[in-house]
C-alpha cells in the first residue's frame, strides 16, 4: 500500500480513535537517554522501560525505538525477547504517548460508504509541553519527527494537524466521547490564538467524537504536562471512568479530585449514558529526595528537577494492552489496593503492576505516558455485515 498524506480530516473519511481496550497490532515505546531528566544517566530508567516493555510483550508485540547511541545495548537486553523489536529512531526524551502519533480506525463495515478498512494516524505538532518559555527541554525538533517516522514504518496514512497537542491530554471511549483537562489543552502555551469551541471542533473531527467533556484540571503537581487527563483519570469501558483520589481534605490534590467528580458526575457522554466514577486513591504523597536529585546533570537545556518536588505520581497512568493491564507500582501503602480497584474494573484483563515505575515518575509521566499502542485491523464478518 502506497504511503499518504491526507489532506482531509479523518472523521469525514471514516475513521474515528478506538478506546484503548479495544485489540492492539502492536505498542510503541522510545527510550530514556537524557542524563539532565533521567537520573544517573538513564540507567534505572532504562531497566524500568525494559520491564515494562516486557510485560507488555506478554500480552502484544512491543516495538521499542532507540537511538544510534543506544541501539546496541537494548538490542543485546531484548535479542531473546520473542515479542520485542527494536529499531533506530532519534528522539529528544522517550515519551510516546505524546510524541508519536494518535491511531485512527475504519472499520469498512459493508454498510459504510467506506470499504475499505485501515489505520491511519495523526502527527500533531509538539512543543515539548510548552515552547520555550514554559517546556520541558529546549529543543524538541526530533521528538516532532516521530510520528511521522512511525507511520512511515507502518506505511499508514498520516494525518498531520497544525494544532499542538500531546496524546496524553485525551482519553477517548471509542463510542464518541473525549475526556480531556481545560488546564492543558487551554493553556496559552500551547494554542493561544485559538478558543475552546475551536479545539473542541478539531478535537471532533480528528478523534471522530461528537461529545469532549472538559474537567477544569489535572492531577497535582503535574506541571511539566500541564494537567494532563492521563495521569487523572481514565475510560475503564464507554460510561464508566477510573478517577485518582485521595482522601485527605487537607491535600492540594483533594480538590482537584473533588472537582472532576463533580464535573464528571454531572456530564453524559456521547451516547446520552451517565458517567460511573471508580475512585483509585494516589500513591503517597511522594517527593524527589536529595539522592535522586543528586543523579540529575542540569544542562541548562531541560527544566531543573529539585528536590522536595511533589511527584505528580498515580494509578490511572497505566497501560491496557491484549487482555492485560500493565500499571505502575511505586512501593507504596497504596499499591495493593490500586491492583485490587483494577482487577475488579477489568475483571477479563489480567493485571500487573510493574515495580520501580517512581524511576519513570521522577522524569515526570508514567507507563501510559511511554506507551503507544497501534490497533489493529478489526475482523470484518462478511456474512453478517459488521
Ligand atoms: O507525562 C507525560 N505524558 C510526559 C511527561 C513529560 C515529562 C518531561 N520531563
Known amino acids: 500500500m502506497a504511503k499518504k498524506v491526507s489532506l482531509r480530516n479523518p472523521s469525514e473519511l471514516g475513521f474515528h480513535m478506538p478506546a484503548e481496550w479495544e485489540p492492539h497490532l502492536q505498542c510503541w515505546m522510545g ?78 463495515k459493508s454498510s459504510s460508504v ?30 516532532n519527527l516521530v510520528a511521522k517516522k512511525i507511520l512511515e514504518l507502518e ?35 500551547r494554542n493561544p490564538d485559538m478558543s475552546k469551541e475551536e479545539i473542541e471542533h478539531e478535537l471532533k473531527i480528528y ?22 487527563v492521563d495521569n487523572l483519570c481514565c475510560f475503564v469501558k464507554p460510561a464508566v471512568v477510573l478517577l485518582s483520589w485521595i482522601n485527605d481534605e487537607s491535600d492540594p490534590q483533594y480538590e482537584r479530585s473533588v472537582e472532576a467528580f463533580s464535573v464528571l458526575s454531572n456530564a453524559t457522554d456521547a451516547k446520552g449514558r451517565k458517567i460511573e466514577i471508580v475512585k483509585i486513591h494516589v500513591p503517597g504523597p511522594l517527593y524527589m529526595t536529595e539522592k535522586e536529585a543528586e543523579g540529575i546533570i542540569e544542562s541548562g537545556h531541560a527544566v531543573p528537577r529539585p528536590p522536595g518536588t511533589r511527584l505528580a505520581a498515580s494509578y490511572v497512568n497505566f497501560y491496557i494492552a491484549n487482555g492485560g493491564i500493565v500499571a505502575p507500582a511505586f512501593g507504596d501503602k497504596w499499591d495493593q489496593e490500586a491492583y485490587d480497584v483494577l482487577k475488579r474494573a477489568f475483571p477479563n484483563h489480567e493485571v500487573v503492576m510493574v515495580q520501580g515505575s517512581r524511576e519513570i515518575v521522577l522524569g515526570g509521566g508514567n507507563i501510559h505516558c511511554i506507551t503507544q499502542q497501534q490497533p489493529a485491523l478489526p475482523v470484518v464478518d462478511v456474512k453478517n455485515n459488521i
Open 207 to 228: 478523534l471522530g467524537v461528537t461529545k469532549v467533556i472538559w474537567l477544569p484540571r489535572g492531577l497535582y503537581g503535574d506541571d511539566d504536562t500541564n494537567g494532563h
Open 155 to 189: 506505511r499508514h496514512t498520516r494525518f498531520p494537524h497544525h494544532i499542538i497537542l500531546e496524546g496524553g491530554s485525551i482519553h477517548v471511549d471509542g463510542e464518541g466521547t473525549c475526556i480531556t483537562t481545560e488546564e492543558c489543552l487551554l493553556n496559552p502555551n
Open 31 to 108: 527510550w530514556p537517554e537524557r542524563p539532565d531528566n533521567w537520573r544517573e544517566n538513564a540507567g534505572p530508567a532504562q531497566m524500568v522501560f525494559a520491564n515494562v516493555a516486557i510485560a507488555i510483550s506478554k500480552f502484544e508485540p512491543v516495538t521499542i525505538c532507540a537511538s544510534s547511541a543506544q541501539y546496541e545495548k537494548v538490542f543485546q537486553m531484548m535479542q531473546h525477547k520473542l515479542n520485542i523489536r527494536v529499531v533506530e529512531m532519534s528522539m529528544n526524551d522517550s515519551w510516546f504517548r505524546d510524541t508519536g502519533p494518535t491511531f485512527v480506525r475504519r472499520d469498512g
Open 114 to 143: 467506506f470499504q475499505e478498512q485501515e489505520v491511519a494516524g495523526i502527527d500533531w505538532q509538539f512543543n515539548s509541553w510548552g515552547g520555550p518559555e514554559d517546556g520541558c527541554y529546549d529543543d524538541w525538533s526530533l521528538d
